[in-house]
């Protein structure tokens, strides 16, 4: 399976700021995905990014909130655009395996706004 | 939409004990069907997964999962836990008609007691 490097690993930012987190595989793959797992909650999909398409985002989830980019087969950006104490989460993201459905993991960025 | 629940939020279980993790989907045609493991800190690794054929599913670390569709079910078990065991539970769905998209059940905490 595809190995994922998620970075940051963790960050503590002030509200109202933006931040931008990386996903880079060891393999290229067709469609990637970014999720959020709330505090104590499970995890909820935001969007899916296939490269050279704009990303189709899940109902809660906005564009101007969280801008993807997907310039290559191997790396994804997730930004979390000014920033709110709601915002607080994991952030992961995944690619495809087997089938096409994604179920490899990064190891996540772990959020913190102040 | 498909989904999924996962009926117990906390099990507790003795060391060396056997373990059994509900989980119940819903959607129409046949599911792909995921458990995936989070430990503290940590992020998702899958433990096992169900595209079709043989309705019982070995995976790492000993654990195995059956699917019944009679009974919507796809519960994750192992013979004897080991304190190394101690995480969070997710149960997953995806399918073709959602777009690849995967559906998280709320997770199940599983502690060891020693």
């Known amino acids: 399976s595809a190995v994922i490097s998620q970075k940051p690993s963790r960050d503590i930012c002030q509200r109202g700021t933006s931040l931008t987190i990386q996903c880079q595989v060891d393999s290229q793959v067709t469609m990637m995905f970014w999720y959020r797992q709330q505090p104590g909650q499970s995890l909820t999909l935001i969007a899916t990014a296939n490269q050279g398409s704009e990303a189709t985002y899940e109902s809660g989830f906005v564009i101007d909130k969280f801008p993807i980019s997907r310039p290559n087969l191997t790396f994804s950006t997730l930004t979390v655009s000014n920033m709110s104490p709601e915002d607080s989460s994991i952030y992961l993201c995944s690619v495809e395996g087997q089938g096409g459905y994604g179920y490899t993991f990064g190891s996540g960025t772990r959020l913190t706004v102040v | 939409a498909q989904s999924v629940t996962q009926p117990d939020i906390h099990i507790t279980v003795s060391e060396g004990a056997s373990l059994e993790l509900r989980c119940n989907y819903s959607y129409g045609a046949t599911p792909y069907l995921f458990w995936y493991v989070q430990s503290p800190g940590q992020g998702l690794q899958l433990l096992l997964k169900y595209f079709s054929g043989d309705t019982l599913v070995q995976g790492i670390k000993g654990f195995e999962a059956e699917f019944k569709r009679s009974q919507s079910s796809f519960n994750l078990r192992k013979p004897s836990v080991h304190w190394s065991d101690a995480a969070e539970y997710f149960c997953?769905?995806?399918?073709?008609?959602?777009?690849?998209?995967?559906?998280f059940g709320g997770g199940t905490r599983v502690l060891v007691k020693p």
């Open positions: 997953a769905v995806g399918s073709k008609a959602a777009g690849n998209k995967l559906t």
